[in-house]
Nanobody, 119 residues
Framework: QVQLVESGGGLVQPGGSLRLSCAAS????????MRWYRQPPGRERELVAA???????NYADSVKGRFTISRDNAKNTVYLQMSRLKPEDTAVYYC?????????????WGQGTQVTVSS
């Protein structure tokens, strides 16, 4: 199994920055793609950014140029550097990853971390 633990959320003023981290632990052979999703209040969960094992990235149009996803494969950790934050970035942010466990590729979710952008 794979456990994903996020950290780094909090309250920040518009225009500010935050860095989210998500560490994978457990009994797995490998962590493949890792992603960040978010769920704003009253809305559906949406993909924010994704990164492959090799470092290829893609972003939602709403965060391009402001957010950067990166990963440390040795630490099985993914990061989301968020800059020039806007009130509409307020959401619960979830880490998501594909883990190879006992020869099967499964998808896992973290518990989420709250990001609030407000003055």
């Amino acid at each position: 199994q794979v456990q994903l633990v996020e950290s780094g959320g909090g309250l920040v003023q518009p225009g500010g920055s935050l860095r989210l981290s998500c560490a994978a632990s457990g009994s797995f052979f490998n962590i493949n793609a890792m992603r960040w999703y978010r769920q704003p209040p009253g809305r559906e969960r949406e993909l924010v950014a994704a990164i492959s094992t090799g470092g290829s990235t893609n972003y939602a149009d709403s965060v391009k140029g402001r957010f950067t996803i990166s990963r440390d494969n040795a630490k099985n950790t993914v990061y989301l550097q968020m800059s020039r934050l806007k009130p509409e970035d307020t959401a619960v942010y979830y880490c998501n990853a594909d883990g190879l466990v006992a020869g099967r590729l499964n998808n896992y979710w973290g518990q989420g971390t709250q990001v609030t952008v407000s003055s």
